[in-house]
T-cell receptor, first 114, second 116 residues
């Protein structure tokens, strides 16, 4: 298996632009997580899905952030409009059932908002 | 609410010496504990986990961790450090988040530097 695949690996955009990050989980995994990593705040869970359904989105910073999982093999995290404080590395991770906590992470998408 | 503390931002150790990366936790009920490693510009990789049973857990790359319930600790150890062990290490605890689901809470991370 190719592992969790994220795109783009790097994104540089200007404040106010829309940003879409993409994730393909490992086939057969029914949990998908979006994390954000910054130096100041460490790793933060933004949202997670089970069987394509959002279970907990309490970590989503504000309404500018939205996430979808239209099918078992694809998820998006969208920021609209983007702001410089959104600059971070965004990780997608997946896990199968039972959810024992052993997550498989993608390589991350490094976002820079100018 | 669950939490994880990694009291050291950075640990320096000489190659060949034993290493310890500290972690303490707070969670309701029995803890599920994890260590992950992150190399530069990479995603996190699972190292080992404690769910139940023997308090000494062995994992990848020669790492092990000791669960201590009375001290609520789960320190990561390795008998002999390698330069290639230099990375960022995260401790995590799994906790129930409602509706039959669980999530991981991560510590801030500890940067391990192994000096040749």
């Amino acid at each position: 298996d190719a592992g969790v695949i994220q795109s783009p690996r790097h994104e540089v955009t200007e404040m106010g632009q829309e940003v879409t990050l993409r994730c393909k989980p490992i086939s057969g995994h029914d949990y998908l997580f979006w994390y954000r990593q910054t130096m100041m705040r460490g790793l933060e869970l933004l949202i997670y899905f089970n069987n394509n359904v959002p279970i907990d989105d309490s970590g989503m910073p504000e309404d500018r952030f939205s996430a979808k999982m239209p099918n078992a093999s694809f998820s998006t995290l969208k920021i609209q409009p983007s702001e410089p404080r959104d600059s971070a590395v965004y990780f997608c991770a997946s896990n199968g059932t039972p959810n024992t906590g052993e997550l498989f992470f993608g390589e991350g998408s490094r976002l820079t908002v100018l | 609410a669950q939490s994880v503390a990694q009291p050291e931002d950075q640990v320096n150790v000489a190659e060949g010496n034993p290493l310890t990366v500290k972690c303490t936790y707070s969670v309701s009920g029995n803890p599920y504990l994890f260590w992950y490693v992150q190399y530069p510009n990479r995603g996190l990789q699972f190292l080992l986990k404690y769910i139940t049973g023997d308090n000494l857990v062995k994992g990848s790359y020669g790492f092990e961790a000791e669960f201590n319930k009375s001290q609520t600790s789960f320190h990561l150890k390795k008998p002999s450090a390698l330069v290639s062990d230099s990375a960022l290490y995260f401790c995590a605890v799994r906790a129930y988040s409602g509706a039959g689901s669980y999530q991981l809470t991560f510590g801030k991370g500890t940067k391990l530097s192994v000096i040749p």
